[in-house]
């Protein structure tokens, strides 16, 4: 779920449920905003324990949650999970009014329209891009519409309009640091992918995406060679990302966790 709201009635649905990973992001203020759920200890019960995830944003409006905060989130905690769980289809409760231009009552939030279009565009990553967005939440027209079509440009594979350099040169404030630590540090319990989240000072999304531009190019280039199966077992063999390169081996102190051509590793001790 995207709504700046807790969804209560979904996690209620399913929270006994080890089949159906549920995820939120929302404002919580320690349960002063409505509805006053979705506390990150709140992680299913029974055989569903552990597949309830609740981005808990705290701290009120001091400063309002924004793009660097959201897509730390889904950095840190919610793709290296989601990617763990390896779901059959994406389902998105697509509520909009985290968008800026609603009130403080109503959300108060800074997301942009077009960080909903990269957020989803990370999802298309999942379940072979099987990926449905049901539009519900949102009292702003011009926010709804806005991020309705970034949303639908990510889904039909349009190349998407850059988020700002500023943005990419920004770490999250710190009330989203302590939330993100509260809810990494409960989820690692149950995900082998997502380790108590910590923020170096000089990791910044730029940063991160740099190393994440050089992985891609670098498996890009492994799997465009002509080679047979000897050679290709003694590359994958050499292809670990903290032995391959100076920029891989930096981009784990970004990363709670780092991507080998298996998927998502514990980090080496």
Request: one cysteine or more; charged letters at 20%; aromatic letters at 8%.
């Amino acid at each position: 779920g995207s709504d700046v709201h807790h969804g209560n009635g979904t996690q209620q649905a399913f929270y006994a449920d080890p089949s159906i990973l549920y995820v939120s992001l929302h404002r919580y203020d320690e349960g002063n905003f409505f509805p006053g759920s979705g506390a990150p200890n709140e992680v299913g019960s029974g055989l569903g324990e552990g597949y309830n995830i609740n981005i808990a944003w705290t701290g009120g409006l001091d400063p309002p949650m924004g793009d660097v905060e959201y897509l730390t989130a889904f950095r840190t905690v919610i793709m290296p999970i989601a990617s763990e769980f390896d779901p059959d289809i994406v389902l998105v409760s697509a509520g909009f009014d985290a968008v800026e231009g609603h009130e403080p009552p109503l959300g108060g939030y800074k997301v942009t329209a077009k960080c909903f279009g990269h957020l989803t565009k990370q999802l298309l990553k999942l379940a072979d891009g099987r990926v449905v967005l049901a539009l519900e939440g949102g009292h702003d027209l011009t926010a709804i519409c806005d991020s309705s079509e970034a949303c639908i440009n990510a889904l039909l594979g349009n190349e998407l309009e850059p988020l700002p350099e500023d943005i990419l040169h920004q770490t999250p404030n710190l009330n989203a640091i302590a939330s993100l630590q509260k809810a990494s540090q409960i989820q690692s319990k149950y995900w082998k992918s997502v380790e108590p989240y910590v923020v170096p000072v000089d990791c910044a999304l730029a940063e991160t995406q740099k190393h994440e531009r050089e992985e891609t190019e670098t498996v890009s280039a492994l799997a465009s060679l002509s080679v047979d199966v000897e050679q290709w077992d003694a590359i994958c063999g050499n292809v670990a990302p903290q032995h391959h390169s100076p920029g891989l081996a930096e981009a784990s102190r970004c990363y709670p966790y780092h991507w080998s051509h298996n998927g998502p590793q514990n980090p080496t001790n």
